[in-house]
């Protein structure tokens, strides 16, 4: 198995270009499954996730071509079913239950895996399916769904979901009548979907706000479009330059998307420059503390809570990290402890007292985006640290240790 050895120590300077949103991605391929034809999405990562993903519409019947572009057609839809090997590794595989009943009326789909960073139940796609008119039973492991239509209705989500956002947005894309969707997601990869899903034929508006309104069509048709920048690849690349002190161009992203954190940077003593499609970070001066807590967008992602709190470990003086979205994302905790990192964890809230210099050492990864945060930790580290388990951070980065190279980073992927 695979790991990745960072020496650290130096900083990181010169241009960075950001993939594809991999949790954009993820729904937008799940979408072809409501139209018969050839659609074209533009900027898909190369990601074990999308990997997962094309491996599981082929199960169905879906052809696709290409890399990068993709040209994805779902005209002859074969199987109903998303089995458990196919759907255990990616918890975005249940995106293809709404999409499916809506199309042919019927789904069988297991339920998911992915990341062990805490609960995060179907029970909210099922119950808004089901005010859909479908019929929906829980079978040894799989989501049973079943509607001759789907019939418009209105949804209130009892917490914020994305998947959920997306998946029932997509599945009332083809139901008779009008949906509203209350409590809406408001993330950017919602209203991407929401775009392709336009240029596909659907009647959709509200997307960005948390009540998106979908009134039916009876078919939908194929479409051409492009997945936004990753917001997290950008946020934990700014955050790369501050805990190195260098200074890094990100280029082709979405500034507009990473409020809170620039934010949160700039109190931390960062300089941030905002450009319409790039931003520079520098990290020359002493970084501060700052606290954070997360919450549904546009919030502070819960996605880069571990890469902040990394930079909060050498940072002056003390700062409370909360979690609110995921209740078991303190998981890299324990490894930063081992190299030096002062953290405890209260409840919910991490207490983070800076240090001067975190120290090289064997970590493990325990899911994404803790490791992206060890990586973060080891590039500030004296000495070398050693990264494994490394296929999380395949899930959601493109090539991260060669990107980190080409900046001046000292690390490679060493065959384990």
Request: proline residues 3%; hydrophobic residues 45%; charged residues 20%.
């Amino acid at each position: 198995m695979d790991k990745i050895v960072i020496v650290g120590g130096e900083r990181l300077r010169g241009d960075v270009r950001i993939s594809g949103a991999k949790n954009a991605a993820l729904p937008i391929l799940a979408s072809a499954l409501l139209v018969g034809g050839w659609n074209t999405f533009h900027n898909i990562p190369d990601l074990v996730d999308i990997k997962t993903i094309r491996k599981l519409l082929n199960s169905l019947g879906v052809e696709i071509e290409g890399q990068g572009t993709l040209r994805v057609n779902a005209s002859v839809i074969t199987s109903c079913e998303a089995s458990y090997d196919l759907v255990r590794t990616m918890r975005a595989s249940i995106l293809v239950l709404g999409p499916l009943v809506a199309r042919v009326g019927e789904a069988r789909v297991s339920l998911p895996g992915g990341c062990a960073i805490g609960a995060r139940p179907v029970n909210l796609h099922i119950k808004a399916l089901q005010a859909l008119g479908a019929e929906v039973t829980l079978k040894d492991g799989y989501v049973e769904a079943k509607a001759a239509r789907l019939k418009g209705a209105e949804i209130y989500f009892d917490i914020s979901t994305v998947t959920g956002t997306e998946n029932i947005m997509m599945a009332a894309t083809l139901a008779e009548g009008k949906t509203l969707l209350k409590n809406a997601a408001r993330e950017p990869e919602i209203v991407n979907l929401a775009e392709v899903l336009i240029g596909m034929g659907a009647r959709i508006s509200g997307a960005g706000s948390d009540v998106i309104t979908i009134e039916g069509v009876e078919r939908l048709h194929p479409a051409e479009a492009a997945v936004i920048p990753d917001r997290i690849e950008a946020g934990t690349f700014l955050i790369a330059a501050g805990i190195t002190g260098g200074d890094v161009r990100i280029l082709g992203c979405n500034p507009l998307h990473l409020d809170a954190l620039i934010a949160k940077l700039r109190d931390a003593g960062m300089r941030i420059d905002v450009a319409e499609d790039s931003l520079r970070a520098a990290g020359g001066g002493s970084l501060r503390s700052v606290d954070v807590k997360t919450l549904p967008y546009p919030g502070f992602p819960t996605d880069l809570q571990a890469q902040i709190m990394a930079l909060m470990a050498v940072a002056k003086g003390r700062s409370v990290i909360t979690e609110t979205v995921f209740e078991n994302r303190f998981m890299h905790v324990s490894e930063m402890i081992r190299m030096g990192a002062d953290i405890v964890i209260q409840g919910k809230s991490a207490l983070v007292r800076g240090v001067s210099k975190l120290h090289g050492a064997p970590v493990m990864a325990t899911d994404l985006r803790a490791s992206a945060s060890l990586i973060l930790a080891g590039l500030a580290a004296e000495g070398t640290t050693v990264l494994s388990r490394v296929y999380h951070i395949d899930r959601g980065y493109q090539q991260i240790e060669k990107k980190l190279s080409a900046l001046g980073g000292d690390i490679r992927r060493v065959a384990g």
